[in-house]
């Protein structure tokens, strides 16, 4: 409700303040999840709130928690449920992948070594294959966590990744990251909207 009230402080006097306005949204605003619990994604796809998935999730991780989602949204009467599945990937485009590589590889070995103290390490050694020494950029390129590249190579395996998730309804790209340069940055974003985006 906007119920408004007045107040005579010591220091501030006002009238008609309203304390609770109602949501630009009805009956509310949108409300998303981040969670890989199946009680909480169940929850989510019978209330209808959208479904976060981080970019560390592959596709089989995904493609499960959908699968939940759908089945709880619809049996709650909810029409196409995967519109609310939101998925996050770290994409970048350029000319090759070796260009993308060479522009991202320093910036973002520098960013694991502030990462691996955060603990994301831990859950990165999780999901890769076991490897010898410390974990890099080139590991988890070689383990396709960066969608990079040109233009169709990376299309054509967001579409493959797509299909092997299950659908969704939204792809977030990780960005505000520091990496390769600010010109090479809005390059890629560019190539992705005009190249990348009608594809998909």
Same mark, same amino acid.
């Given at each position: 409700?906007?119920?408004?009230?007045?107040?005579?402080?010591?220091?501030?006097? %006002?009238?008609?303040?309203?304390?609770?306005?109602?949501?630009?949204?009805?009956?509310?605003?949108?409300? #998303?999840?981040?969670?890989?619990?199946?009680?909480?994604?169940?929850? #989510?796809?019978?209330? /209808?709130?959208?479904?976060?998935?981080?970019?560390?999730?592959? %596709?089989? /991780?995904?493609?499960?928690?959908?699968?939940?989602?759908?089945?709880?949204?619809?049996?709650?009467?909810?029409?196409?449920?995967?519109?609310?599945?939101?998925? #996050?990937?770290?994409?970048?485009?350029?000319?090759?992948?070796?260009?993308?590589?060479?522009?991202?590889?320093?910036?973002?070995?520098?960013?694991?070594?502030?990462?691996?103290?955060?603990?994301?390490?831990?859950?990165?050694?999780?999901?890769?294959?076991?490897?010898?020494?410390?974990?890099?950029?080139?590991?988890?390129?070689? #383990?396709?966590?960066?969608?990079?590249?040109?233009?169709?190579?990376?299309?054509?395996?967001?579409?493959?990744?797509?299909?092997?998730?299950?659908?969704? /309804?939204?792809?977030?790209?990780?960005?505000?990251?520091?990496?390769?340069?600010?010109?090479?940055?809005?390059?890629?974003?560019?190539?992705?909207?005009?190249?990348?985006?009608?594809?998909?």
């Amino acid at each position: 409700s906007n119920e408004q009230f007045n107040w005579d402080g010591k220091y501030w006097p %006002a009238k008609d303040i309203v304390a609770t306005p109602t949501p630009y949204n009805k009956p509310h605003m949108p409300i #998303a999840i981040a969670s890989t619990t199946d009680a909480t994604i169940q929850m #989510a796809g019978e209330r /209808g709130y959208i479904s976060l998935s981080a970019y560390l999730e592959p %596709a089989s /991780g995904i493609k499960k928690k959908a699968d939940t989602y759908a089945r709880a949204a619809r049996a709650a009467g909810r029409k196409d449920p995967l519109k609310n599945l939101t998925v #996050a990937r770290l994409i970048y485009l350029s000319d090759s992948v070796k260009d993308a590589a060479d522009d991202l590889r320093a910036d973002i070995n520098y960013e694991m070594g502030y990462q691996k103290a955060r603990g994301l390490m831990r859950i990165i050694k999780d999901i890769l294959p076991p490897t010898a020494g410390e974990i890099g950029f080139d590991d988890l390129l070689d #383990a396709g966590f960066y969608y990079i590249g040109d233009p169709d190579s990376v299309a054509k395996r967001l579409q493959e990744f797509y299909e092997a998730s299950g659908g969704f /309804g939204t792809l977030l790209l990780v960005t505000g990251k520091d990496w390769a340069t600010r010109e090479k940055r809005h390059r890629s974003l560019r190539l992705f909207m005009e190249h990348v985006a009608p594809k998909l």
